[in-house]
């Protein structure tokens, strides 16, 4: 006789989850879509280095610093030649705000695109800058042939040749990679080329401008690879042209003696020393904290290009030593940005053309700088994103813009490759584990 089971215990039901129910808040925030000013400013600016967001917010600071200095700077001179006192800042403010988008739609290009434009650039600029010097279109400033002039507009194309030979010089240098320590390769085809560009600027009179396309010659063929020798006979040969062509104008070779002679001549404070005298005041003048945003005396027609190669001496005027070294610390920034990404860009092409825009800008604010200080001898060199003018700006930025192309990404496709070398795995042959029981394996 068999006994009856008991009956299981009844299971306790399990309430049912209670389905969550969204708020009307917690609705709208789930369904709610960028608008689409927020997605182009996202696609816009979007990137995955520090060194791009580095970049881009001193740039644009040094721009929008440049042009509030520039309406300082140049208020008096603009009323006198013109009955508007912010005549020139109107013009700065417009081309900064065609530069900036020029710079923004350069960063969104792929490097691809800078590798197959570099030949057409070079021969557009060489063209426009023979124009300068073979053509009516060609006009001077009583001292330098360096402007091409249609109607009422102006353009300097010895700043197109700087952008220009960064792409060019980039896309030689990189095929001649493996045999850049030949001199007959150096050569070919970089000095009929380069050297034709800069003769011709040259012979504009611009001898500013030459040294700072040497320059970025020079930092290009670093960059490169090139050999120390190579470079060293290079600078030598061009540093005798340099005295030849300076010897061989005569307001060249007093302004020399001059600045030789530490300006302390009497009978040369008149003339070939009047720009560094006078750039020397203002920066006295202003002391340690300035004088004040616009209360500049020297802009009151004392110191000639006062908004363009001596704005240095007014910042120092009106801000004082700590305007100066404001100035100082962003291009520091500047060039600590494009280093990290010429030293970390993989693409041998991002590297070259990364070091060409630096040595080209930063040198340039150098030399700018160097000769307001009296470093050296008046050249006639912009400072550059903070100097009026508009070929300078909007090609200066361009050349970041290229830059910030090279650093908007981490993938190799779209541009320089920003991520970390691959770890080095470890030759030893690792053991292999024991087998467990209960997972396949038999035990004997």
């Given at each position: 006789m068999t006994t009856p089971r008991p009956a299981a215990p009844p299971r306790p039901t399990r309430r049912p989850a209670r389905a969550a129910?969204?708020?009307?808040?917690?609705?709208?925030a789930e369904t709610r879509q960028p608008s689409t000013a927020v997605r182009v400013v996202q696609r816009v600016f979007g990137a995955e280095t520090?060194?791009?967001f580095l970049l881009l917010a001193t740039t644009l600071f040094l721009v929008a610093f440049g042009v509030v200095m520039v309406a300082s700077s140049s208020a008096v001179e603009s009323f006198v030649d013109e009955g508007d006192f912010f005549g020139q800042a109107k013009r700065?403010?417009?081309?900064?705000?065609?530069?900036?988008?020029?710079?923004l739609l350069a960063a969104r290009a792929p490097i691809t695109f800078w590798k197959r434009w570099g030949w057409h650039a070079i021969i557009v600029a060489i063209g426009l800058q023979a124009l300068v010097i073979f053509s009516p279109l060609g006009v001077g400033n009583g001292f330098n042939k360096n402007w091409i002039q249609l109607g009422s507009f102006t353009a300097q194309p010895s700043e197109v040749v700087k952008l220009a030979l960064v792409i060019w010089l980039a896309q030689i240098l990189v095929a001649k990679q493996a045999v850049i320590t030949q001199w007959r390769q150096l050569l070919l085809p970089i000095v009929p080329v380069a050297g034709g560009a800069i003769v011709l600027v040259l012979a504009g009179g611009d001898l500013g401008t030459v040294i700072i396309l040497f320059l970025l010659v020079m930092g290009a063929l670093y960059f490169a690879g090139a050999r120390a020798l190579h470079l060293t006979v290079v600078t030598v040969l061009a540093g005798a042209a340099g005295v030849a062509a300076m010897l061989a104008s005569d307001s060249r070779r007093k302004r020399v003696e001059a600045w030789l002679g530490?300006?302390?001549?009497?009978?040369?404070?008149?003339?070939?020393?009047?720009?560094?005298?006078?750039?020397?005041?203002?920066?006295?003048?202003?002391?340690?904290?300035?004088?004040?945003?616009?209360n500049s005396s020297g802009k009151w027609l004392w110191l000639p290009e006062a908004d363009n190669d001596f704005i240095f001496a007014i910042i120092g005027e009106e801000l004082g030593l700590v305007g100066c070294v404001l100035v100082l610390a962003l291009l520091v920034v500047l060039t600590i940005a494009?280093?990290?990404?010429?030293?970390r860009a993989r693409d041998p092409f991002a590297k070259i053309a990364t070091g060409a825009v630096t040595v080209w800008i930063i040198g340039q604010a150098l030399v700018n700088i160097g000769v307001v200080l009296g470093l050296l001898p008046v050249l006639g060199v912009p400072l550059p994103l903070v100097s009026a003018g508009g070929s300078a700006l909007i090609t200066s930025l361009a050349g970041i813009g290229i830059v910030l192309s090279f650093a908007r990404t981490r993938s190799a496709g779209s541009g320089a490759d920003f991520s970390p070398p691959p770890r080095r795995q470890s030759q030893r042959p690792s053991r292999p584990s024991a087998p467990e029981a209960g997972h396949g394996q038999r035990i004997r």
């Open positions: 129910q969204a708020t009307p808040v917690a609705q709208a520090p060194e791009y700065q403010g417009l081309y900064a705000l065609i530069g900036v988008p020029v710079m530490g300006c302390s001549d009497p009978d040369l404070a008149g003339n070939d020393c009047y720009q560094t005298l006078h750039g020397w005041q203002a920066l006295a003048h202003g002391g340690v904290f300035g004088v004040g945003l616009g494009l280093v990290r990404v010429a030293r």
